[in-house]
């Protein structure tokens, strides 16, 4: 007990030591009705744009930790029980491949102006024609790209400022081999850009098995936290007496330092499952 107490003054200590600095640091503060109205003003913003399903999942969580707090009396599962329930399925489902969508997306769209070439135009007139046919992803990219060939932009300037849009590494490889492209014209430029997709797919299919690996730990994880979490049900609905211990105040620390861990542990691993972006090596001169 006297142990446990001492980590628990010991932690206090420190977050007392981070709250100093932060509150230090923040020399200039607004007023606390500004402040809360634009806590409300975000929070309500973030309600509007989740899907259906995500509200219906969270007034569901909250309800769920009241009738808990109300049926066994332990008022932590009112916050405890929705937070994880919420948490949870977040952090352990699968991240947005912004890349792989992105470099597909390119890839169906040099298809698409290679096709173009054929019938005799140039690359900045198949752009145009077939800026209707690009994928979601580079709807509004490739929007802007016509836009400032409009404005009498060198294709190159206009690809570059392209690729400063998508951000990606593997788009300034596409980027820079169509410039490429554009300055050689006719022929040479259909066989850059029947080159460039068959180095597309490769990529693709690299990032897509990459993709594919990372998926199995989560998957292992997310197996072991339903099995950990039914056994708790389970637990509480058959012996309820196990958790007579969480209770007290001091257990009621215990339970959630216990959980915070968990959700700590959880972002972690999604953190090691989304490696960084590789580095761009275009930059526009605007």
């Not at 420190?14 to 607004?30: K, N």
């Not at 912004?98 to 290679?114: C, I, P, Q, S």
């Not at 850009?193 to 299919?205: E, M, P, V």
């Not at 330092?257 to 700590?264: F, H, I, N």
Request: proline share 5%.
């Amino acid at each position: 007990m006297e142990v446990m107490l001492a980590a628990l003054a010991g932690s206090m200590i420190v977050a007392g030591a981070i709250a100093v600095v932060v509150g230090a640091r923040r020399a200039v503060r607004e007023p606390s009705t500004a402040l809360s109205t634009g806590l409300w003003t975000r929070i309500a913003t973030l309600w509007r744009g989740l899907p259906r399903a995500h509200r219906l999942w969270v007034v569901v969580s909250v309800g769920a930790g009241v009738l808990a707090a109300v049926a066994s009396g332990w008022l932590l599962a009112l916050v405890l029980l929705p937070a994880v329930a919420i948490v949870v399925p977040l952090l352990l489902s699968a991240p947005p491949n912004r890349e792989v969508e992105v470099l597909a997306g390119l890839d169906r769209w040099v298809r698409v102006v290679a096709t173009s070439l054929s019938s005799g135009k140039s690359i900045r007139d198949a752009v145009f024609s077939t800026r209707h046919q690009v994928p979601d992803v580079l709807a509004d990219p490739v929007a802007r790209l016509c836009t400032r060939l409009d404005q009498r932009w060198t294709m190159r300037d206009a690809l570059f400022a392209m690729a400063d849009e998508l951000e990606s590494a593997d788009a300034d490889a596409v980027v820079a081999a169509l410039a490429i492209a554009a300055s050689k014209g006719g022929a040479g430029a259909r066989a850059t850009l029947g080159a460039l997709s068959d180095s597309i797919q490769d990529r693709l299919r690299a990032l897509r098995e990459i993709a594919s690996e990372r998926a199995k730990p989560r998957a292992v994880v997310r197996q072991v936290t339903l099995i950990t979490l039914t056994v708790l049900a389970a637990a509480i609905l058959f012996n309820g007496r196990f958790f007579e211990p969480y209770t007290t105040p001091l257990g009621q620390i215990i339970a959630v330092a216990l959980a915070a861990t968990y959700l700590g542990c959880l972002l972690m691993l999604r953190r090691l499952t989304v490696p960084p972006p590789a580095p761009r090596f275009l930059r526009s001169q605007a």
